[in-house]
């Protein structure tokens, strides 16, 4: 009989010690996992809207004639020229590709203005603006891209991406890709025609990094980082990320095949950029660094949010007055580099359509 009540008392005082070591041990379990989850979650803006991009680990990956994009491969003019090609079908066109710049040192982003057009005549409202951007960097090198140009970059340089280039169901959405070849191959700083320079670039050059500029402070906003503006040291890493995302948004069935901004354009910069940062936001690594800038730096005129200045600033207009413009931006006080107009000539009008 004692030995009964014996037993008893032991398994009244043991069954509810296990179960203080086990919800001791599943609490931590479940601290350890949150704590986890947050520190692989933070990022230095919101995480970007769902548009049709899944983790980088569903990217296509390249295919084995082009050279490897690990970060261990450094190469410093032509990380991704293919090995397979012959000389004669590299020389075969009659276009001429301008020259690679001398091998960067790593001091800054290179003197390198980067323009594109369908062909060599610009228009002249056009060539109004850009002689603004010619003026104020007397000392750089000024490249005009055409269509028949951009192709033949990526035939001889990047032929891997070739055939989702020739795919594109749009001009502006080429026109877009070839932007993030003419930063990874000559660095430098790539500007849509309808861009206006207030001042000099210079000072925002100084670090060998991929600077980009933010359209608002709307930072969910997946159109909030544009491609019209962009810079970089060159051979950068996130071009090479940004070239993976163009190659998955044209074979994905969940991406819209008729939307520019998603395939190539501001949405896919937008996913590219936060996915980076998830990876190298604390980098010291020159490969590695993206700078995004104040939207007031490059981007005065806001086209996604109405303001009094709107009609005075946007270039299809009728009441367009860049004048007028300027000075209810206040671009002087707020020391802006640049100011767009936002002629989106690819996009036709209600009235067009």
């Known amino acids: 009989m004692g030995r009964t009540t014996s037993t008893v ?3 009244h005082f043991s069954v509810p010690l296990k179960v203080r070591l086990w919800l001791t041990i599943l609490t931590c379990v479940l601290i350890t996992c949150l704590l986890l989850r947050a520190y692989n979650s933070t990022t230095p803006r919101p995480a970007p809207a769902d548009a049709g991009v899944g983790a980088e680990s569903t990217l296509p990956d390249i295919p084995a004639a082009s050279p490897s994009w690990s970060p261990a491969s450094r190469s410093t003019t032509t990380l991704l020229e293919s090995t397979t090609q012959s000389p004669t079908a590299v020389h075969s066109s009659s276009i001429v590709l301008p020259p690679v710049p001398p091998t960067h040192n790593g001091t800054g982003i290179p003197r390198i203005m980067h323009r594109s057009w369908k062909t060599i005549h610009v228009p002249t409202a056009m060539q109004k603006w850009t002689s603004t951007c010619t003026r104020l960097h007397p000392n750089w090198t000024h490249i005009l891209w055409t269509d028949a140009m951009n192709r033949e970059l990526i035939k001889q340089h990047y032929p891997f991406f070739l055939g989702t280039f020739d795919a594109f169901e749009m001009s502006i959405m080429r026109a877009d890709a070839a932007r993030v070849f003419y930063m990874h191959r000559y660095g430098g700083v790539y500007m849509d025609l309808d861009f206006e320079c207030l001042r000099a670039l210079d000072p925002l050059l100084h670090a060998p990094a991929a600077v980009l500029a933010y359209l608002s402070t709307d930072y969910k906003y997946e159109h909030n980082i544009p491609n019209a503006w962009m810079a970089s040291s060159p051979n950068h890493k996130f071009w090479e990320l940004a070239a993976r995302f163009m190659v998955f948004n044209q074979h994905s069935p969940a991406v819209k095949r008729t939307s520019p901004e998603t395939l190539t354009g501001p949405v896919m910069i937008y996913n590219a950029y936060h996915k980076w940062m998830t990876r190298y ?3 010291d690594l020159d490969d590695y660094k993206v700078i995004v800038l104040d939207s007031e730096l490059i981007y005065p ?24 413009c300027k000075r209810m931006l206040d671009v002087v006080a707020k020391a802006s580099y640049a100011i767009t107009y936002w002629s989106h000539t690819w996009e036709k009008l209600p009235s067009e359509r």
Not at 303 to 321: F, L
């Open 9 to 11: 008392v032991r398994g």
């Open 281 to 283: 936001e604390h980098t």
């Open 301 to 324: 005129f806001d086209w996604h949010t109405r303001s009094p200045a709107s009609e005075q600033c946007w270039a299809r207009a009728p009441e367009y007055d860049p004048v007028a």
